[in-house]
Structure formats: C-alpha cells, structure tokens
T-cell receptor
Framework: GAVVSQHPSRVICKSGTSVKIECRSL??????MFWYRQFPKKSLMLMAT?????????EQGVEKDKFLINHASLTLSTLTVTSAHPEDSSFYIC???????????FGAGSRLTVL | KQEVTQIPAALSVPEGENLVLNCSFT??????LQWFRQDPGKGLTSLLL?????REQTSGRLNASLDKSSGRSTLYIAASQPGDSATYLC??????????FGSGTKLNVKP
C-alpha cells in the first residue's frame, strides 16, 4: 500500500532557528501534497497545498514567509518553519494524494518543540 | 468557510457496546468523506472512505454512512473493544483533494 514518510518525527530547537520537515511518498508519485498543523487537543488545520514544480497555495491566515514549502520532486515536499518561536510548537502532518485518486495517505507526523 | 463538527467530543463506554459517532458539515458540495483514527501522539490511520455518490461503506465492525443533502455522516462501531480507544476524526473532502477536519471524538472503551 501507499506509504508517506515524514522526517524527523520529533525535533526540538531554540527560538530563532529554522527547522525543515520532509514529507516523502515512498511508492507512488504525488503531484500534490498537503501540510496540516494540529494544536494540542484540537483537530488538524490545513495550512497549505504543495504543488510539484510550482508555488504552494496557502490557506487564509497562514504566513507564507513563516512556513516555507518546497515541492521540488514528485516524491518530496518540505516544510521549513523559519525563525521558530515557542508558539510554533505543534504537531505537523503531511499527506499525499495518489494521482487521479481522491484518497489521501498521511504521514506519521512531526512534533516540533521550540524552546 | 467549511465547518466540520463532531459530536460528542468525548465518549466513554463499556466494552461490547455499539456506538455512533456523528459528523456534520456546512458545505455539501463534497467529493468524499473519510473517517480516520488517531492514537495519542501518532499520525492518522484511514478507516473508511465514502465517495459523494455513495450512502455507506463497511469495513469489519465499522460502518460509515453519508447523507450529503443534510450534511451529515455517522460512524457506527459494533461490539466495541478496548483497542478501539482512540480519537476518531471526520474529514470532508472537496475539490483538489482539500480536506477539512472535525475536532474529533475521543473514545474510551473500558474493559
């Protein structure tokens, strides 16, 4: 079955540093990937749609300069949290869609803690 | 703006009970609806996917129904087990694979 891998699963960083999270589709090509953020005891909030070879589409209220998304290949999208602050601490999950299918496969998530 | 609501927010039942989780959505122009399970600190596991043209889907002890016109879906869990304890998320899918999630129902099945 389809597998989406996220790395790292956990990361702790200091305020002001930048952190990159990778999302890979292991056995299928994904022209579109999605990034979600989950606050404690809350549901997932769609942050942005990552499109291979073009700019990401951000949801309203999400700072594109804060959360940089790059989708350089059909199997890899990256989310970079720039100049991280403690309020950026959260659980970030990516998902990828099979070409032509309306089924999303989710990664296991990455927990970011900013000190 | 699409809003997805799940009721109840939390549910605690004894083992063996049949139970129903509810999901409602405001924008009925959906492509599909998925139910997910999330264990604490973990990612999502897809349970059932219902296309907009379908009324229900079944997998083992799980049955999900969809009433697009009224903006509702239910997840029925038969003969609940302690291993079913998790948070169940409803996600409504729209064009271009954009999904919007409900806040989840946290289920605890007591042995």
């Amino acid at each position: 079955g389809a597998v989406v891998s996220q790395h790292p699963s956990r990361v702790i960083c200091k305020s002001g540093t930048s952190v990159k999270i990778e999302c890979r589709s292991l056995d299928f090509q994904a022209t579109t990937m999605f990034w979600y953020r989950q606050f404690p005891k809350k549901s997932l909030m769609l942050m942005a749609t990552s499109n291979e070879g073009s700019k990401a589409t951000y949801e309203q209220g999400v700072e594109k300069d804060k959360f940089l998304i790059n989708h350089a290949s059909l199997t890899l999208s990256t989310l970079t949290v720039t100049s991280a602050h403690p309020e950026d601490s959260s659980f970030y999950i990516c998902s990828a869609a099979h070409s032509g299918a309306n089924v999303l496969t989710f990664g296991a998530g990455s927990r970011l803690t900013v000190l | 703006k699409q809003e997805v609501t799940q009721i109840p927010a939390a549910l605690s039942v004894p083992e063996g009970e049949n139970l129903v989780l509810n999901c409602s959505f405001t924008d009925s122009a959906i492509y599909n609806l998925q139910w997910f399970r999330q264990d604490p600190g973990k990612g999502l596991t897809s349970l059932l996917l219902i296309q907009s043209s379908q009324r229900e889907q079944t997998s083992g002890r799980l049955n999900a129904s969809l009433d697009k016109s009224s903006g509702r879906s239910t997840l029925y869990i038969a003969a609940s087990q302690p291993g079913d304890s998790a948070t169940y998320l409803c996600a409504v899918g729209y064009n271009f694979n954009k999904f919007y999630f409900g806040s989840g129902t946290k289920l605890n099945v007591k042995p």
